[in-house]
């Protein structure tokens, strides 16, 4: 089959989606990818890339299409509005060009902005094809997190407006594939009666590994070593480690590598607290390097706020860290707790709840390393026997093809 894929974010930025359009690639089927103008995690375009610069047309075997947009910058609300607003806007002067190449389905990555579905749509609807969308960050509650807006009570206009919005989106799409179980129920209130099948993130394999920065990385041999990987931003809140760190001494150490909107504050809580020391930071690393830093963990850390949205939501993360056979401390509440609590891979404690935090960390420095063992062995165990790679990928195929075959049987 032929698939046309929008995501706003692809290589080289580090999103599932680069994996998953490969995988189908190397299957046999062909992918192109509308996308923008690389500029995520650090909101700066990547070098060699720029409104006159588009980089290469393919990577892999996968046709690459990249929209002119406004870079992120900074990240206030501002820029981030015009970023996707931009995408969205600019993606639809594509559309007459790319509906001459005989696409039999549209696959799009629904990851935050919504605002994606809006060309998705209208290209699947100008060619009378299907829409399949796999959707990670439900909207607009997830929006309205990221904006510090409460969605309880009577809603105004502006809550109205932006569920009417986005159950509109929605309805236009032919599947929505879920990332979350509890993503069904939430649809359905809004409105949304699009056919839902729960599909997970994968464990996603490791690059071919690059372990040399890793094993140059001067860690305290004394300290029980914490990594986090991945983007740092509002909802990790990561400068709540500053408490346990205070606590802990030279006993803990974080090894937090990645980037985003918060690390700078996290940055500056710790020098203010005066334990900036307990801290090293590599900011954003290749993939192929991850593994390599993941080895020089203890344990692994996977936050995520209190929120009712964020509570439904399994962190891509969380495959990943079990994937890697490490026992993983989960501050957060809900599906990811779920998961950890259910496969044996390590301790919990209650999102935002510092002191519960502090205790978690306790209790897993407290075990010995045969059992740490056995929890990293247990994480790799589950995450082979429910999030494997091989078997998602069969059953994403077979979903896009079930659709394919009702939109052509209509």
Known sequence: MKLLVVSQYYHPEPFRITDICEELVKRGHAVDVLTSLPNIPGGRFYEGYGWFKKGEKQHNGVGIERVRVIRRGKGGAVRLVLNCASFAVNSLFHIGKLSKNGYDAVFTFNNSPITKLIPANRFAKKNKIPNIVFLLDIWPQSMLFLLGIKDTGKRGFIKKAAYRFCRNLYNKANLILISSKGFTAKLREMGVNVRTSYFPNYAEEFKSADDAAAKELVLPEESFIVGF???????QALERTVEISKKMGKKLHWLIVGDGGSLQMLKDTAAENSVINS???????????VNGYIKRCDAVFLPLEDHEVLNLTVPAKL?????????VIAFLNGAGAEVVSEAECGVTARAGDVEDLYRAITEIMSVDEERLLKMGENGRKYCEENFSREKLIDKLIDEIEYEIERKTAK
Do not use: I, L, W
Request: charged content about 20%; hydrophobic content about 30%; proline content about 7%.
């Open 229 to 235: 990987f991945g983007n740092v931003g509002k909802a």
């Open 319 to 327: 495959q990943t860290y079990m994937y890697a056979s490490k026992p």
């Open 279 to 289: 801290y090293t930071f590599t900011g954003r690393v290749a993939p192929e390097e």
